[in-house]
């Protein structure tokens, strides 16, 4: 710092003191992503600070799915979301605060819900064969398995599933067995055991039954 008099003296202090910055956002901003309500999620954010100061994180405005939190420290938005009945946004406005400096910036968290499935057709199946599935939820179905094997030809809209049922394994199987059906959305399988049966009538009412969940 350096100071001058009207008559020419000066007087300087060397060092002077730091000037604070502000921290800076290394995560853009906008989307966070799209997870499946119901199961865990874990979402990293990331600011950073010249001045090596510790960066707090907090929500400033908005606000996160139902269900998650922010690590104050870390940045980290994690949690289990809660259920939702339709496609979701959440907007949170996340402050990264450094002794007093803020620096605000805006995400998008998008929650969907788990597919469901309310009737499957035909209820008997054999290789090579066509299938539909109809339900709620069902638009971002990507991957089809039955009985624990692939299908193809996968075509999804909000309330129905088509593909074909191709089973590698046809001749190690036994007439009338229960076939499992899982679907892929949004990189979470859901498991719906029992849907078909093999050669024979369909295991079940074709309701939607005790699914389960998992993270692929």
């Keep these: 710092i350096k100071v001058e008099n009207p008559d020419g003296r000066t007087g300087l202090l060397s060092p002077g003191g730091n000037i604070d ?3 800076v956002w290394v995560t853009a901003s906008g989307s966070l992503g799209t997870y499946v309500a119901g199961f865990y999620a874990n979402i990293e954010i990331e600011a950073s600070d010249a001045d090596g100061d510790i960066i707090a994180y907090t929500v400033a405005g ?27 946004t959440y907007s949170p406005v996340i402050r ?9 910036r805006t995400f998008n968290i998008t929650i969907v819900p788990v597919p ?17 599935l109809t339900g709620t939820n069902l ?16 075509s999804a809209s ?18 009338g067995e229960a076939l499992d059906l899982e679907l892929t959305s949004n990189g979470v399988t859901t498991l719906y055991p029992g849907k078909f049966r093999l050669g024979a009538a369909l295991f079940g009412s074709g309701a939607d039954g005790n699914a389960t969940t998992s993270g692929t």
Excluded: H, K
Excluded at 158 to 174: K, Y
């Design 21 to 23: 910055q502000d921290p």
């Design 62 to 88: 908005g606000s996160l799915p139902p269900g998650m939190t922010i690590n104050r420290s870390t940045g980290l938005i994690n949690g289990v979301p809660d259920n939702v009945t339709s496609s979701t």
């Design 96 to 104: 990264a605060t450094t002794n007093s400096q803020t620096v605000d």
């Design 116 to 132: 469901g499935v309310t009737s499957v057709s035909p209820y008997e199946i054999a290789d090579g064969g066509s299938f539909t």
């Design 139 to 154: 638009g971002s179905v990507t991957a089809v398995t039955i009985g624990g094997q692939p299908c193809s030809s996968i």
């Design 158 to 175: 909000a309330t129905q599933v088509t593909g074909t049922w191709n089973d590698a394994i046809a001749d190690d199987r036994t007439e």
